[in-house]
Protein backbone atom coordinates (compact mmCIF):
# COMPACT_ATOMS: atom_id res chain seq x y z
CA UNK A 1 0.00 0.00 0.00
CA UNK A 2 2.78 2.38 0.87
CA UNK A 3 4.75 1.50 -2.01
CA UNK A 4 3.97 4.80 -3.72
CA UNK A 5 6.62 7.31 -2.74
CA UNK A 6 4.80 9.36 0.19
CA UNK A 7 6.31 12.67 0.66
CA UNK A 8 6.93 13.88 -3.69
CA UNK A 9 5.05 16.74 -5.14
CA UNK A 10 3.13 14.33 -7.89
CA UNK A 11 1.51 12.16 -5.34
CA UNK A 12 -0.03 15.19 -3.51
CA UNK A 13 -1.47 16.54 -6.95
CA UNK A 14 -3.13 13.14 -8.14
CA UNK A 15 -4.80 13.08 -4.65
CA UNK A 16 -7.75 14.50 -6.34
CA UNK A 17 -8.55 11.03 -7.76
CA UNK A 18 -10.07 7.89 -6.58
CA UNK A 19 -6.44 6.71 -6.00
CA UNK A 20 -5.07 8.22 -3.75
CA UNK A 21 -5.20 5.42 -1.22
CA UNK A 22 -1.70 4.85 0.92
CA UNK A 23 -0.65 8.82 0.61
CA UNK A 24 0.84 10.42 3.32
CA UNK A 25 -2.51 12.39 2.67
CA UNK A 26 -4.65 9.36 3.31
CA UNK A 27 -3.38 7.86 6.13
CA UNK A 28 -3.06 11.41 7.96
CA UNK A 29 -6.92 11.67 6.99
CA UNK A 30 -7.55 7.86 8.24
CA UNK A 31 -5.58 8.50 11.63
CA UNK A 32 -7.75 11.99 12.42
CA UNK A 33 -10.90 10.48 11.72
CA UNK A 34 -10.04 7.50 13.95
CA UNK A 35 -8.92 10.19 16.61
CA UNK A 36 -11.84 12.27 15.62
CA UNK A 37 -14.04 9.23 16.70
CA UNK A 38 -12.62 8.39 19.92
CA UNK A 39 -14.23 10.52 22.47
CA UNK A 40 -17.48 9.81 21.23
CA UNK A 41 -16.53 6.02 21.03
CA UNK A 42 -15.38 6.30 24.41
CA UNK A 43 -18.40 7.67 25.86
CA UNK A 44 -20.44 5.38 23.85
CA UNK A 45 -18.60 2.71 25.78
CA UNK A 46 -19.29 4.20 29.00
CA UNK A 47 -22.94 4.96 29.23
CA UNK A 48 -24.18 2.48 26.66
CA UNK A 49 -21.29 -0.76 25.74
CA UNK A 50 -20.41 -1.16 29.36
CA UNK A 51 -23.44 -1.23 31.43
CA UNK A 52 -24.90 -3.28 29.16
CA UNK A 53 -22.47 -5.86 30.15
CA UNK A 54 -22.65 -5.18 33.87
CA UNK A 55 -26.95 -5.42 33.07
CA UNK A 56 -26.13 -9.07 31.73
CA UNK A 57 -23.79 -9.93 34.68
CA UNK A 58 -25.98 -8.95 37.27
CA UNK A 59 -28.68 -10.84 35.74
CA UNK A 60 -26.85 -13.50 37.38
CA UNK A 61 -26.05 -12.43 40.68
CA UNK A 62 -27.97 -11.62 43.67
CA UNK A 63 -26.77 -8.07 44.05
CA UNK A 64 -29.13 -5.42 45.53
CA UNK A 65 -28.94 -1.56 44.84
CA UNK A 66 -27.31 -0.93 48.33
CA UNK A 67 -24.27 -3.23 47.39
CA UNK A 68 -23.79 -3.86 43.67
CA UNK A 69 -20.16 -4.55 44.56
CA UNK A 70 -20.61 -7.05 47.03
CA UNK A 71 -22.35 -9.51 44.57
CA UNK A 72 -22.91 -13.18 44.36
CA UNK A 73 -22.81 -15.67 41.50
CA UNK A 74 -25.60 -17.37 41.55
CA UNK A 75 -26.24 -18.78 38.20
CA UNK A 76 -29.72 -18.49 36.40
CA UNK A 77 -31.28 -18.67 39.69
CA UNK A 78 -32.92 -15.28 38.50
CA UNK A 79 -33.98 -16.44 35.40
CA UNK A 80 -35.59 -20.06 36.84
CA UNK A 81 -34.65 -22.23 39.81
CA UNK A 82 -36.61 -25.31 41.26
CA UNK A 83 -36.52 -25.22 44.61
CA UNK A 84 -38.85 -28.17 46.82
CA UNK A 85 -40.70 -29.39 44.47
CA UNK A 86 -41.71 -26.08 42.58
CA UNK A 87 -40.52 -23.69 39.67
CA UNK A 88 -39.36 -20.17 40.88
CA UNK A 89 -38.18 -17.10 39.01
CA UNK A 90 -38.69 -14.50 36.42
CA UNK A 91 -39.72 -17.49 33.73
CA UNK A 92 -41.87 -18.48 35.77
CA UNK A 93 -43.48 -14.88 37.07
CA UNK A 94 -47.30 -14.56 36.00
CA UNK A 95 -46.88 -10.97 36.39
CA UNK A 96 -43.76 -10.82 34.12
CA UNK A 97 -45.12 -12.09 31.39
CA UNK A 98 -48.62 -9.67 31.96
CA UNK A 99 -46.11 -7.38 31.60
CA UNK A 100 -44.80 -8.78 28.55
CA UNK A 101 -48.31 -9.69 26.89
CA UNK A 102 -49.23 -5.66 27.99
CA UNK A 103 -46.35 -4.34 25.88
CA UNK A 104 -46.75 -6.24 22.94
CA UNK A 105 -50.36 -5.45 22.88
CA UNK A 106 -49.70 -1.63 23.54
CA UNK A 107 -47.05 -1.43 20.43
CA UNK A 108 -48.92 -2.94 18.36
CA UNK A 109 -52.30 -1.14 19.00
CA UNK A 110 -50.69 2.03 19.08
CA UNK A 111 -48.26 1.73 16.25
CA UNK A 112 -51.34 0.36 14.18
CA UNK A 113 -53.11 3.51 15.36
CA UNK A 114 -50.67 6.18 14.53
CA UNK A 115 -49.45 4.63 11.09
CA UNK A 116 -52.78 4.81 10.02
CA UNK A 117 -53.90 8.38 11.04
CA UNK A 118 -50.44 9.49 10.74
CA UNK A 119 -50.85 8.46 6.95
CA UNK A 120 -54.58 10.59 6.86
CA UNK A 121 -52.69 13.46 8.35
CA UNK A 122 -49.87 13.41 5.89
CA UNK A 123 -52.46 13.10 3.34
CA UNK A 124 -54.56 16.19 4.58
CA UNK A 125 -51.42 18.09 4.60
CA UNK A 126 -49.82 17.41 1.38
CA UNK A 127 -53.11 19.30 -0.37
CA UNK A 128 -52.12 22.26 -1.55
CA UNK A 129 -54.51 24.44 0.70
CA UNK A 130 -54.26 27.78 2.36
CA UNK A 131 -52.66 28.37 5.96
CA UNK A 132 -50.76 24.74 5.62
CA UNK A 133 -48.08 26.26 7.63
CA UNK A 134 -50.18 26.89 10.43
CA UNK A 135 -51.59 23.36 10.42
CA UNK A 136 -48.40 21.95 10.08
CA UNK A 137 -46.82 23.95 12.97
CA UNK A 138 -50.22 23.31 14.68
CA UNK A 139 -49.96 19.10 14.13
CA UNK A 140 -46.40 19.04 15.38
CA UNK A 141 -47.57 20.73 19.21
CA UNK A 142 -48.06 17.36 20.48
CA UNK A 143 -44.67 15.73 19.21
CA UNK A 144 -43.18 18.75 21.63
CA UNK A 145 -44.91 18.79 24.73
CA UNK A 146 -42.70 16.23 27.17
CA UNK A 147 -44.48 13.45 27.06
CA UNK A 148 -44.87 13.05 31.55
CA UNK A 149 -46.92 16.63 30.90
CA UNK A 150 -49.22 15.16 28.43
CA UNK A 151 -49.78 12.50 30.27
CA UNK A 152 -50.57 14.83 33.10
CA UNK A 153 -52.86 17.18 30.63
CA UNK A 154 -54.59 14.05 29.76
CA UNK A 155 -54.90 12.60 33.34
CA UNK A 156 -56.30 15.92 33.69
CA UNK A 157 -58.79 15.20 31.04
CA UNK A 158 -59.77 11.97 31.78
CA UNK A 159 -60.49 12.46 35.52
CA UNK A 160 -63.57 10.63 36.51
CA UNK A 161 -65.38 13.09 38.51
CA UNK A 162 -64.13 16.54 36.61
CA UNK A 163 -62.77 15.29 33.43
CA UNK A 164 -64.25 16.90 30.27
CA UNK A 165 -63.85 13.65 28.04
CA UNK A 166 -66.28 12.17 30.59
CA UNK A 167 -68.56 15.36 30.63
CA UNK A 168 -68.19 15.72 26.74
CA UNK A 169 -69.63 12.08 26.00
CA UNK A 170 -72.43 12.54 28.86
CA UNK A 171 -73.32 15.68 27.29
CA UNK A 172 -73.30 13.74 23.56
CA UNK A 173 -75.34 10.99 25.96
CA UNK A 174 -72.64 8.23 24.50
CA UNK A 175 -72.24 7.70 28.21
CA UNK A 176 -74.54 7.54 30.97
CA UNK A 177 -72.27 7.77 34.36
CA UNK A 178 -68.76 8.94 34.51
CA UNK A 179 -66.19 6.35 33.47
CA UNK A 180 -63.04 5.81 35.68
CA UNK A 181 -60.30 5.93 32.59
CA UNK A 182 -57.24 5.38 34.44
CA UNK A 183 -58.21 3.52 37.37
CA UNK A 184 -60.44 0.94 35.46
CA UNK A 185 -58.80 -1.96 34.85
CA UNK A 186 -60.71 -2.73 31.46
CA UNK A 187 -60.17 0.96 30.52
CA UNK A 188 -56.71 1.98 31.48
CA UNK A 189 -54.86 0.47 28.28
CA UNK A 190 -56.89 2.25 26.28
CA UNK A 191 -56.52 5.76 28.47
CA UNK A 192 -52.73 5.15 27.70
CA UNK A 193 -52.61 4.03 23.75
CA UNK A 194 -55.27 7.31 23.60
CA UNK A 195 -52.16 9.49 24.90
CA UNK A 196 -49.22 8.07 23.42
CA UNK A 197 -50.87 7.78 19.79
CA UNK A 198 -51.93 11.85 20.47
CA UNK A 199 -48.41 12.29 20.72
CA UNK A 200 -46.67 10.41 17.97
CA UNK A 201 -49.08 11.00 15.27
CA UNK A 202 -47.39 13.94 14.22
CA UNK A 203 -44.16 11.89 14.15
CA UNK A 204 -45.12 9.31 11.70
CA UNK A 205 -47.25 12.12 9.63
CA UNK A 206 -44.17 14.05 8.85
CA UNK A 207 -41.91 11.45 8.15
CA UNK A 208 -44.85 9.81 5.69
CA UNK A 209 -45.09 13.99 4.47
CA UNK A 210 -41.48 13.73 3.80
CA UNK A 211 -42.19 10.90 1.63
CA UNK A 212 -45.18 12.06 -0.07
CA UNK A 213 -43.38 15.43 -0.92
CA UNK A 214 -40.98 13.04 -3.19
CA UNK A 215 -43.69 11.52 -5.19
CA UNK A 216 -43.34 11.72 -8.88
CA UNK A 217 -46.11 14.02 -10.14
CA UNK A 218 -46.46 12.60 -13.39
CA UNK A 219 -48.10 9.23 -12.27
CA UNK A 220 -50.78 11.12 -10.84
CA UNK A 221 -51.26 13.01 -13.93
CA UNK A 222 -51.75 9.88 -15.84
CA UNK A 223 -54.40 8.31 -13.01
CA UNK A 224 -56.31 11.80 -13.57
CA UNK A 225 -56.26 11.25 -16.91
CA UNK A 226 -57.39 8.12 -17.04
CA UNK A 227 -60.16 8.77 -14.60
CA UNK A 228 -59.22 5.89 -11.82
CA UNK A 229 -61.06 6.67 -8.75
CA UNK A 230 -58.45 8.51 -5.98
CA UNK A 231 -59.25 5.75 -2.97
CA UNK A 232 -57.79 3.40 -5.94
CA UNK A 233 -54.91 5.78 -6.76
CA UNK A 234 -54.32 5.39 -3.17
CA UNK A 235 -53.84 2.14 -2.39
CA UNK A 236 -52.29 1.22 -6.07
CA UNK A 237 -50.07 3.99 -6.33
CA UNK A 238 -49.25 5.83 -3.56
CA UNK A 239 -49.26 3.47 -0.90
CA UNK A 240 -46.98 0.80 -2.27
CA UNK A 241 -44.17 4.38 -3.33
CA UNK A 242 -44.21 5.87 0.57
CA UNK A 243 -44.05 2.18 1.83
CA UNK A 244 -40.14 2.29 2.33
CA UNK A 245 -41.17 5.66 4.35
CA UNK A 246 -43.53 3.67 6.42
CA UNK A 247 -41.34 0.68 7.01
CA UNK A 248 -38.69 3.36 8.61
CA UNK A 249 -41.33 5.27 10.80
CA UNK A 250 -43.19 1.96 12.06
CA UNK A 251 -39.24 0.53 13.29
CA UNK A 252 -38.46 3.27 14.80
CA UNK A 253 -42.32 3.78 16.65
CA UNK A 254 -42.22 -0.23 17.00
CA UNK A 255 -38.80 0.22 19.17
CA UNK A 256 -40.33 3.23 21.28
CA UNK A 257 -43.25 1.49 21.85
CA UNK A 258 -41.48 -1.77 23.03
CA UNK A 259 -39.40 0.57 26.00
CA UNK A 260 -42.80 2.60 27.26
CA UNK A 261 -42.41 3.78 30.17
CA UNK A 262 -43.22 7.54 31.39
CA UNK A 263 -46.66 7.54 29.52
CA UNK A 264 -47.47 4.64 31.91
CA UNK A 265 -45.61 5.49 34.93
CA UNK A 266 -47.43 9.02 35.18
CA UNK A 267 -51.07 7.91 33.57
CA UNK A 268 -51.32 4.76 35.93
CA UNK A 269 -47.93 3.80 37.96
CA UNK A 270 -48.21 0.29 38.83
CA UNK A 271 -51.47 -1.07 38.08
CA UNK A 272 -51.14 -4.12 36.97
CA UNK A 273 -53.45 -3.77 34.21
CA UNK A 274 -51.04 -1.63 32.10
CA UNK A 275 -47.76 -2.65 33.51
CA UNK A 276 -45.36 -3.04 30.19
CA UNK A 277 -41.60 -4.95 30.87
CA UNK A 278 -39.90 -1.41 31.63
CA UNK A 279 -41.99 -0.68 34.53
CA UNK A 280 -41.79 -4.44 35.76
CA UNK A 281 -38.01 -3.73 35.53
CA UNK A 282 -37.75 -0.65 37.05
CA UNK A 283 -40.06 -1.58 39.77
CA UNK A 284 -38.25 -4.67 40.48
CA UNK A 285 -34.47 -2.83 40.30
CA UNK A 286 -35.50 0.70 42.16
CA UNK A 287 -38.74 0.57 44.50
CA UNK A 288 -37.59 -3.24 45.68
CA UNK A 289 -34.15 -2.83 45.31
CA UNK A 290 -33.18 -6.11 44.17
CA UNK A 291 -30.34 -5.43 40.99
CA UNK A 292 -30.58 -9.25 39.97
CA UNK A 293 -34.13 -9.92 39.96
CA UNK A 294 -34.53 -6.45 38.28
CA UNK A 295 -31.55 -6.97 35.31
CA UNK A 296 -32.95 -10.53 34.62
CA UNK A 297 -36.10 -8.49 33.48
CA UNK A 298 -34.02 -6.03 31.90
CA UNK A 299 -31.98 -8.49 29.74
CA UNK A 300 -34.96 -10.89 28.79
CA UNK A 301 -36.73 -7.26 27.57
CA UNK A 302 -33.23 -6.69 25.78
CA UNK A 303 -33.35 -9.47 24.18
CA UNK A 304 -37.69 -9.89 23.64
CA UNK A 305 -36.90 -6.28 21.60
CA UNK A 306 -33.72 -7.61 19.82
CA UNK A 307 -36.25 -10.16 18.78
CA UNK A 308 -38.77 -8.23 17.40
CA UNK A 309 -36.77 -6.05 15.48
CA UNK A 310 -35.02 -9.17 13.49
CA UNK A 311 -38.90 -10.47 12.73
CA UNK A 312 -39.65 -6.70 11.80
CA UNK A 313 -36.70 -6.64 9.68
CA UNK A 314 -37.26 -9.96 8.16
CA UNK A 315 -40.69 -9.43 7.18
CA UNK A 316 -40.17 -5.74 5.98
CA UNK A 317 -37.52 -7.47 3.82
CA UNK A 318 -39.41 -10.13 1.90
CA UNK A 319 -42.46 -7.53 2.13
CA UNK A 320 -40.17 -5.25 0.25
CA UNK A 321 -38.75 -7.65 -2.08
CA UNK A 322 -42.51 -8.68 -3.26
CA UNK A 323 -42.93 -4.66 -4.15
CA UNK A 324 -40.06 -4.44 -6.27
CA UNK B 1 -75.92 25.52 -9.05
CA UNK B 2 -75.21 22.39 -11.04
CA UNK B 3 -74.33 18.66 -10.35
CA UNK B 4 -70.73 19.22 -10.40
CA UNK B 5 -70.45 22.40 -8.55
CA UNK B 6 -72.57 20.83 -5.70
CA UNK B 7 -70.25 17.97 -5.29
CA UNK B 8 -67.28 20.18 -5.84
CA UNK B 9 -68.23 22.43 -3.17
CA UNK B 10 -69.03 19.38 -0.69
CA UNK B 11 -65.65 18.21 -1.05
CA UNK B 12 -63.96 21.49 -0.28
CA UNK B 13 -65.83 21.83 3.10
CA UNK B 14 -65.64 18.13 3.90
CA UNK B 15 -62.20 18.85 3.64
CA UNK B 16 -61.53 22.33 5.48
CA UNK B 17 -63.97 19.92 7.92
CA UNK B 18 -61.42 17.31 8.71
CA UNK B 19 -58.76 19.66 8.46
CA UNK B 20 -60.64 21.83 11.78
CA UNK B 21 -60.73 18.38 13.45
CA UNK B 22 -57.20 17.50 13.18
CA UNK B 23 -56.31 21.29 14.59
CA UNK B 24 -58.60 21.03 17.30
CA UNK B 25 -57.55 17.61 18.01
CA UNK B 26 -53.61 18.48 18.08
CA UNK B 27 -53.91 21.60 19.90
CA UNK B 28 -57.16 20.96 22.55
CA UNK B 29 -55.06 19.18 25.23
CA UNK B 30 -52.67 21.88 25.47
CA UNK B 31 -55.63 24.52 25.14
CA UNK B 32 -57.37 22.81 27.83
CA UNK B 33 -54.33 22.90 30.60
CA UNK B 34 -53.64 26.73 29.72
CA UNK B 35 -57.00 26.98 30.84
CA UNK B 36 -57.25 24.99 33.88
CA UNK B 37 -53.70 26.88 34.67
CA UNK B 38 -55.89 30.20 34.76
CA UNK B 39 -58.61 29.33 37.17
CA UNK B 40 -59.21 30.11 40.53
CA UNK B 41 -59.35 26.90 42.48
CA UNK B 42 -62.75 27.10 43.54
CA UNK B 43 -63.56 26.89 39.71
CA UNK B 44 -61.38 23.95 39.09
CA UNK B 45 -63.93 21.52 39.06
CA UNK B 46 -66.71 23.01 36.84
CA UNK B 47 -65.78 21.76 33.62
CA UNK B 48 -65.75 25.00 31.13
CA UNK B 49 -64.35 25.48 27.60
CA UNK B 50 -62.95 29.19 27.99
CA UNK B 51 -61.75 31.36 30.61
CA UNK B 52 -64.50 33.97 32.31
CA UNK B 53 -61.27 35.72 34.06
CA UNK B 54 -57.43 35.28 34.53
CA UNK B 55 -56.36 34.09 38.27
CA UNK B 56 -52.68 33.32 38.41
CA UNK B 57 -52.74 32.02 41.71
CA UNK B 58 -51.52 28.54 40.44
CA UNK B 59 -48.46 30.56 38.92
CA UNK B 60 -47.69 31.93 42.09
CA UNK B 61 -48.00 28.98 43.86
CA UNK B 62 -45.39 26.96 41.92
CA UNK B 63 -42.98 29.85 41.03
CA UNK B 64 -42.95 30.53 45.02
CA UNK B 65 -41.84 26.79 45.86
CA UNK B 66 -37.97 26.61 45.14
CA UNK B 67 -38.01 23.49 44.36
CA UNK B 68 -40.16 24.41 40.91
CA UNK B 69 -37.62 27.02 39.82
CA UNK B 70 -34.64 24.86 40.77
CA UNK B 71 -36.13 22.11 38.93
CA UNK B 72 -36.08 24.79 35.66
CA UNK B 73 -32.95 25.39 36.15
CA UNK B 74 -31.30 22.33 36.26
CA UNK B 75 -32.99 21.52 33.13
CA UNK B 76 -31.56 24.26 31.28
CA UNK B 77 -28.22 23.22 32.79
CA UNK B 78 -28.45 19.52 31.63
CA UNK B 79 -30.08 20.39 28.23
CA UNK B 80 -27.74 23.04 27.52
CA UNK B 81 -24.44 21.21 28.73
CA UNK B 82 -25.72 18.42 27.25
CA UNK B 83 -26.34 19.98 23.53
CA UNK B 84 -22.84 21.31 23.72
CA UNK B 85 -21.18 18.07 24.37
CA UNK B 86 -23.21 16.04 22.15
CA UNK B 87 -22.82 19.22 18.98
CA UNK B 88 -18.36 19.26 19.92
CA UNK B 89 -18.71 15.19 19.79
CA UNK B 90 -20.82 15.16 17.13
CA UNK B 91 -19.45 17.56 14.62
CA UNK B 92 -15.67 16.01 14.76
CA UNK B 93 -17.31 12.49 14.56
CA UNK B 94 -19.39 13.23 11.36
CA UNK B 95 -16.90 13.90 9.95
CA UNK B 96 -14.42 10.92 10.13
CA UNK B 97 -17.58 9.11 9.37
CA UNK B 98 -18.88 11.55 6.42
CA UNK B 99 -15.59 12.33 4.49
CA UNK B 100 -13.42 10.18 5.61
CA UNK B 101 -13.46 6.09 4.13
CA UNK B 102 -11.72 3.99 6.05
CA UNK B 103 -11.98 0.26 7.38
CA UNK B 104 -14.34 0.06 10.12
CA UNK B 105 -16.88 2.55 9.40
CA UNK B 106 -19.96 1.04 9.05
CA UNK B 107 -19.03 -1.32 11.70
CA UNK B 108 -19.15 2.32 13.69
CA UNK B 109 -22.19 3.36 11.73
CA UNK B 110 -23.99 0.34 13.18
CA UNK B 111 -22.63 0.23 16.31
CA UNK B 112 -24.36 4.25 16.23
CA UNK B 113 -27.43 2.82 15.14
CA UNK B 114 -27.80 -0.32 17.53
CA UNK B 115 -27.37 2.33 20.28
CA UNK B 116 -29.66 4.52 19.27
CA UNK B 117 -32.48 2.01 19.20
CA UNK B 118 -31.19 0.86 23.01
CA UNK B 119 -34.20 0.33 25.15
CA UNK B 120 -33.16 2.42 28.28
CA UNK B 121 -34.29 0.33 30.92
CA UNK B 122 -31.79 -2.40 29.82
CA UNK B 123 -28.80 -0.47 30.58
CA UNK B 124 -30.68 1.30 33.80
CA UNK B 125 -28.25 -1.16 36.37
CA UNK B 126 -25.14 -1.18 35.00
CA UNK B 127 -25.53 3.12 34.80
CA UNK B 128 -26.36 3.10 37.93
CA UNK B 129 -23.45 1.81 38.81
CA UNK B 130 -21.19 3.55 37.02
CA UNK B 131 -22.38 7.06 37.92
CA UNK B 132 -22.31 5.95 41.67
CA UNK B 133 -19.09 4.71 40.92
CA UNK B 134 -18.38 8.50 39.65
CA UNK B 135 -19.43 10.01 42.91
CA UNK B 136 -22.12 11.77 40.14
CA UNK B 137 -26.03 9.97 41.81
CA UNK B 138 -27.91 12.92 42.63
CA UNK B 139 -26.56 15.18 40.39
CA UNK B 140 -27.20 16.79 36.98
CA UNK B 141 -23.66 16.02 35.60
CA UNK B 142 -24.78 12.51 35.72
CA UNK B 143 -27.89 12.88 33.72
CA UNK B 144 -25.79 15.16 31.19
CA UNK B 145 -23.65 12.16 31.26
CA UNK B 146 -26.38 9.20 31.09
CA UNK B 147 -28.18 11.25 28.30
CA UNK B 148 -25.15 11.39 26.25
CA UNK B 149 -26.65 7.25 25.32
CA UNK B 150 -29.99 8.73 23.11
CA UNK B 151 -28.49 12.35 22.17
CA UNK B 152 -25.40 11.45 20.98
CA UNK B 153 -26.10 8.83 18.36
CA UNK B 154 -28.38 10.77 17.18
CA UNK B 155 -26.61 14.49 16.64
CA UNK B 156 -23.67 11.76 14.73
CA UNK B 157 -26.33 10.18 12.65
CA UNK B 158 -28.16 13.28 11.36
CA UNK B 159 -25.26 15.53 11.15
CA UNK B 160 -23.16 12.72 9.19
CA UNK B 161 -26.35 12.70 6.55
CA UNK B 162 -25.95 16.30 6.48
CA UNK B 163 -21.86 16.21 5.74
CA UNK B 164 -21.87 13.48 3.32
CA UNK B 165 -24.13 16.25 1.35
CA UNK B 166 -21.51 18.83 1.07
CA UNK B 167 -19.44 18.94 -2.05
CA UNK B 168 -16.37 17.16 -2.52
CA UNK B 169 -14.29 20.11 -4.01
CA UNK B 170 -13.88 22.25 -0.90
CA UNK B 171 -12.55 19.58 1.07
CA UNK B 172 -10.02 18.91 -1.83
CA UNK B 173 -9.10 22.78 -2.12
CA UNK B 174 -8.25 22.71 1.68
CA UNK B 175 -6.08 19.18 1.44
CA UNK B 176 -4.40 21.18 -1.06
CA UNK B 177 -3.28 24.28 0.65
CA UNK B 178 -2.27 21.76 3.31
CA UNK B 179 -4.68 22.06 5.69
CA UNK B 180 -5.01 19.38 8.29
CA UNK B 181 -8.27 17.51 9.08
CA UNK B 182 -8.93 19.55 12.04
CA UNK B 183 -8.34 22.90 10.56
CA UNK B 184 -10.44 21.81 7.61
CA UNK B 185 -12.93 21.21 10.09
CA UNK B 186 -13.15 24.20 12.04
CA UNK B 187 -12.41 26.67 8.67
CA UNK B 188 -14.25 25.15 5.92
CA UNK B 189 -17.04 22.80 7.42
CA UNK B 190 -18.13 24.63 10.29
CA UNK B 191 -19.81 27.54 8.70
CA UNK B 192 -21.57 25.49 6.48
CA UNK B 193 -22.88 22.80 9.05
CA UNK B 194 -24.46 25.94 11.19
CA UNK B 195 -27.88 24.93 10.03
CA UNK B 196 -27.86 21.81 10.29
CA UNK B 197 -25.99 22.11 13.85
CA UNK B 198 -28.94 24.39 14.81
CA UNK B 199 -30.97 21.69 13.63
CA UNK B 200 -29.90 19.32 15.69
CA UNK B 201 -28.91 20.93 18.37
CA UNK B 202 -33.17 22.12 19.02
CA UNK B 203 -34.19 17.99 18.49
CA UNK B 204 -30.98 17.13 21.31
CA UNK B 205 -32.32 20.33 23.66
CA UNK B 206 -35.90 18.75 23.00
CA UNK B 207 -34.80 15.30 23.92
CA UNK B 208 -33.12 15.95 27.33
CA UNK B 209 -35.82 18.59 27.98
CA UNK B 210 -38.36 15.73 28.03
CA UNK B 211 -36.13 12.79 29.15
CA UNK B 212 -37.69 10.79 32.41
CA UNK B 213 -37.04 7.57 33.25
CA UNK B 214 -32.83 8.50 33.59
CA UNK B 215 -34.02 11.68 35.72
CA UNK B 216 -36.15 10.31 37.87
CA UNK B 217 -34.04 6.90 38.76
CA UNK B 218 -30.58 8.84 39.20
CA UNK B 219 -31.82 12.13 41.02
CA UNK B 220 -32.87 11.74 44.67
CA UNK B 221 -33.52 15.29 46.08
CA UNK B 222 -36.04 17.82 44.99
CA UNK B 223 -33.08 20.11 45.02
CA UNK B 224 -31.73 18.06 41.70
CA UNK B 225 -34.34 17.00 40.02
CA UNK B 226 -35.42 18.57 36.42
CA UNK B 227 -38.93 19.36 35.41
CA UNK B 228 -40.42 16.34 34.17
CA UNK B 229 -39.75 14.65 37.07
CA UNK B 230 -40.46 17.63 39.41
CA UNK B 231 -44.01 17.88 37.49
CA UNK B 232 -44.88 14.05 37.88
CA UNK B 233 -44.35 14.48 41.67
CA UNK B 234 -45.82 16.92 42.14
CA UNK B 235 -48.38 15.37 44.92
CA UNK B 236 -51.56 16.70 47.01
CA UNK B 237 -53.06 15.68 50.45
CA UNK B 238 -53.71 11.96 49.27
CA UNK B 239 -53.86 10.38 45.71
CA UNK B 240 -57.28 11.57 44.98
CA UNK B 241 -56.56 15.16 45.88
CA UNK B 242 -53.87 16.04 43.02
CA UNK B 243 -53.56 19.80 43.14
CA UNK B 244 -54.38 19.88 39.78
CA UNK B 245 -54.29 23.82 39.31
CA UNK B 246 -50.47 24.17 40.26
CA UNK B 247 -49.55 20.85 38.09
CA UNK B 248 -51.18 22.60 35.06
CA UNK B 249 -49.33 25.63 35.43
CA UNK B 250 -46.19 23.79 35.82
CA UNK B 251 -46.54 22.06 32.82
CA UNK B 252 -47.98 25.14 30.74
CA UNK B 253 -44.83 26.77 32.17
CA UNK B 254 -42.08 24.01 30.89
CA UNK B 255 -44.03 23.75 27.69
CA UNK B 256 -44.70 27.17 26.26
CA UNK B 257 -40.96 27.76 25.42
CA UNK B 258 -41.11 24.40 23.76
CA UNK B 259 -44.02 25.37 21.47
CA UNK B 260 -42.57 28.83 20.60
CA UNK B 261 -39.37 27.07 19.69
CA UNK B 262 -41.18 24.33 17.47
CA UNK B 263 -43.37 27.65 16.07
CA UNK B 264 -40.34 29.23 15.11
CA UNK B 265 -37.97 26.14 13.92
CA UNK B 266 -40.99 24.30 12.26
CA UNK B 267 -39.02 23.51 8.72
CA UNK B 268 -35.99 22.80 10.42
CA UNK B 269 -37.34 20.81 13.41
CA UNK B 270 -38.90 18.80 9.98
CA UNK B 271 -36.11 18.23 8.03
CA UNK B 272 -33.68 17.21 10.96
CA UNK B 273 -36.38 14.71 12.44
CA UNK B 274 -36.83 13.35 8.03
CA UNK B 275 -32.83 13.47 7.79
CA UNK B 276 -32.74 11.77 10.67
CA UNK B 277 -35.37 8.56 9.83
CA UNK B 278 -35.14 9.15 5.92
CA UNK B 279 -32.03 9.25 4.11
CA UNK B 280 -30.88 7.26 7.02
Same mark, same amino acid.
Given at each position: *????????????????????????????????? $?????? *????????????????????????????????????????????????????????? $?????? #??????????????????????? !????????????????? $???????????????? !?????????????????????????????? *??????????????????????????????????????????????????????????????????????????????? #?????? #?????????????????????????? *????????????????????????? | ????????? @?????????????????????????????????? /???? &????? &????????????????????????? =????????????????????????????????????????????????????? +??????????????? &??? +??????? =?????????????? /????? +????????????????????????????? @???????????????????????????? @?? +???????????????????????????????????????????????
Amino acid at each position: *MTTQSTDSAPAKGRLAKAGYRGTKVRRQRVRAA $WLFLAP *MLVALALVAGWPLLRTFYFSFTDASLSDTAGAAFIGIENYLVYDDGAWYGLLTDPVW $WNSVWN #TLYFSVVSVSLEVVFGVIVALLL !NAEFKGRMLVRAAVLIP $WAIPTIVSAKMWAWML !NDQFGIINHMLMGLGLIDAPLAWTADASLS *MWAVIMVDVWKTIPFVALLVLAALQMLPKDCYEAAEVDGIHPVRVFFRVTLPLITPALMVAVIFRLLDALRVFDVIYVL #TSNSTS #TMTMSIYARQQLVEFQDVGYGSAAST *MLFLIIALAVVIYLYLGRRQLGVDQ | MNQYQLTKL @AKRVGFYALIAVVMIYAIFPFYYAVITSLKPSSE /LFTV &SYWLD &SLDFTNYITIFSQGSFVRAIFNSIL =VSVSLVTIALLLGITASYALGRVRFRGRATVMLTILGVSMFPQVAVLSGLFEV +IRGLGLYNNPAGLIL &SYT +IFTLPFT =VWVLTTFMKQLPME /LEEAA +IMDGATPWVTITKVFLPLMWPAMATTGLL @AFIAAWNEFLFALTFTLTDDQRTVPVAI @AL +ISGGSQHELPWGPIMAASVTVTVPLVILVMIFQKRIVSGLTAGAVKG
